[in-house]
Nanobody, 115 residues
Framework: QVHFVESGGGLVQSGESLTLSCKTS????????MDWWRQAPGKEREFVAQ???????DYNESLKGQFTISRDNYRKTVYLQIMSAKPEDTAVYYC?????????WGQGTQVTVSS
């Protein structure tokens, strides 16, 4: 059962920034570690970032510096800020919790970066 709904994607120009949202109605959200992953056309799904229940963060080393993950426990929402987007950031972005494996993937949100 999918518990998280991603939104905020769209078409942006290279160099622009955008923020993705991942919202849930789960009552245990504050206890969950949350991940963002992405899947580009023809490629495997790739880990982007993680935020723990305490707010500590971890990033894919190759993407560090360009993405910022955060959470708002009151709104039960996790955010992913993409800064200075590049065409290679074009992908479907997904959120999920690693606390329940295997991952349960939702619809994701499409980000397309034009050059």
């Amino acid at each position: 059962q999918v518990h998280f709904v991603e939104s905020g994607g769209g078409l942006v120009q290279s160099g622009e920034s955008l923020t993705l949202s991942c919202k849930t109605s789960r009552t245990d959200f504050t206890a969950l570690t949350m991940d963002w992953w992405r899947q580009a056309p023809g490629k495997e799904r790739e880990f982007v970032a993680q935020v723990s229940s305490e707010g500590s963060t971890d990033y894919n080393e190759s993407l560090k510096g360009q993405f910022t993950i955060s959470r708002d426990n009151y709104r039960k929402t996790v955010y992913l800020q993409i800064m200075s987007a590049k065409p290679e950031d074009t992908a479907v972005y997904y959120c999920a919790t690693p606390d329940e494996l295997p991952y349960v993937w939702g619809q994701g949100t499409q980000v397309t970066v034009s050059s």
